[in-house]
């Protein structure tokens, strides 16, 4: 069944034979629409000027009908394409989260591995630091105990002195060795740094006696520890470096499943973070 609402009185409804019949009809010119639910015609219906005169007015329409089935078939085949196109954005809507969704747990994935694989490689840098601090502290040690070296120290032997930390650098091949006195004093190979005192690690050797670290000396980064002197109390230090460059940092790349580029960094104070070798 179908309802037409119209905004006019002078409305009817045709019967079986296609006659509809309007009664006080106002004469003169007027607009007659014809309307039917299968009709072909935009809107399914048809627009007319009319001259209607007194008594009784004829007028005959005819309208292109299609079948009912052809009707609904086309509303049927708007709404399957109006749904086609709601399941089509939701189908895009859905795949646009799930690829956000993979993207995001790929990142994340890529991020807890990046972060595995340094800490593994930080681990073993860590494990190799320190296996050589322990030759560096073990040598310190020795020498620091040997009778003969004590009393070089004690009695000021330049000579004794130097040749004993000759003999440990070329047989371990530490790029430093210094021998500090109590009053900051340093004795060492190297021109650049004998008969100089260096404050920063007088310090850290007074404050403790078997220091271990990072040591700046002439604007380089060593590797170094300390081990005190005494005889029987204290008469000094000797302290033991391997220098701190290429060569270090390409074996924690080399030791790194990722590509990495490592950088030596070092602060001094409320100075920030510099790199030593750019």
């Given amino acids: 069944a179908f309802i037409r609402v119209v905004d006019t ?3 009817a409804k045709s019967g079986e034979d296609g006659v509809a ?3 006080a009809a106002p004469d003169g010119k007027v607009s007659v629409t014809v309307w039917h639910p299968y009709a072909k015609a935009k809107d399914q219906s048809v627009t007319l000027d009319a001259l209607l005169v007194p008594g009784a007015t004829n007028l005959s329409v005819v309208l292109d009908i299609a079948a009912p089935h052809a009707h609904c078939s086309q509303m049927f085949k708007r709404l399957s394409t109006e749904l086609a196109l709601v399941y089509a954005a939701l189908f895009s809507a859905v795949l646009v989260l799930i690829a956000g969704a993979v993207w995001l747990a790929v990142e994340d994935n ?5 972060r595995a694989e340094m800490a593994a490689s930080s681990a073993v840098f860590d494990r190799l630091w320190k296996l050589r601090a322990d030759q560096l502290s073990q040598t310190a040690e020795v020498l620091s105990r040997d009778f003969g070296f004590r009393e070089a120290v004690a009695t000021g032997d330049n000579e004794t002195m130097l040749s004993a930390l000759d003999n440990i650098q070329s047989r371990f091949s530490f790029d430093t060795a210094i021998i500090i006195n109590p009053d900051g004093g340093m004795l060492s190979l190297d021109d650049a740094l004998a008969g100089k005192s260096n404050a920063a690690l007088l310090q850290a050797v007074e404050a ?6 990072v040591l700046m000396l002439n604007g380089a980064p060593y590797q170094a520890v300390a081990a005190p002197v005494n005889a029987p109390t204290l008469i000094g230090w000797v302290v033991f470096g391997k ?3 290429g060569a270090d940092l390409g074996e924690l790349e080399s030791l790194s499943a990722i590509p990495l580029t490592a950088h030596l960094y070092i602060k001094d104070g409320t100075q920030p973070w510099s790199a030593v070798d750019a």
């Fill in 9 to 11: 009185p002078w409305a």
């Fill in 243 to 245: 220098k701190l460059g």
């Fill in 208 to 213: 403790n006696p078997q220091s271990s670290g």
């Fill in 21 to 23: 019949q309007i009664k």
């Fill in 110 to 114: 890529s991020r807890q591995a990046v």
